[in-house]
Nanobody
Framework: VQLVESGGGSVQAGGSLRLSCAYS????????MAWFRQTPGKEREGVAV????????TYADSVKGRFTISKANTKNTLYLQMNSLQHEDTAMYYC?????????????????WGQGTQVTVS
């Protein structure tokens, strides 16, 4: 299993970025997939999840209305569209995958993780 994030970078407040996560191996369309973020000294925060079965999405309150998670099964790619970025969104962003049970934004049992991509908002 491999997950590789891309699309991070530096952006001014109010700007937008789209993160991508290319996945391969034993990650099936039915899996629960998510984006997390972490800054030094803080706990990892679930940002958004998408259920594999029906595409239901859930967001952390801090990003609701600004971020959109989506998935292209034919491309084995997970996305996170981030709009109206704020300084507080600065973090390392990780994509993750798990079996399709209890697919919540605060789930702690994600099994597969990428290496992360840095987002800096100034």
């Amino acid at each position: 299993v491999q997950l590789v994030e891309s699309g991070g970078g530096s952006v001014q407040a109010g700007g937008s970025l789209r993160l991508s996560c290319a996945y391969s191996g034993d990650i099936y369309d039915s899996y629960c997939m998510a984006w997390f973020r972490q800054t030094p000294g803080k706990e990892r925060e679930g940002v958004a999840v998408i259920e594999g079965a029906d595409g239901t999405t859930t967001y952390a309150d801090s990003v609701k209305g600004r971020f959109t998670i989506s998935k292209a099964n034919t491309k084995n790619t997970l996305y996170l569209q981030m709009n109206s970025l704020q300084h507080e969104d600065t973090a390392m962003y990780y994509c993750a995958a798990k079996l399709p049970f209890e697919c919540y934004v605060d789930s702690s049992d994600f099994e597969y993780w990428g290496q992360g991509t840095q987002v800096t908002v100034s």
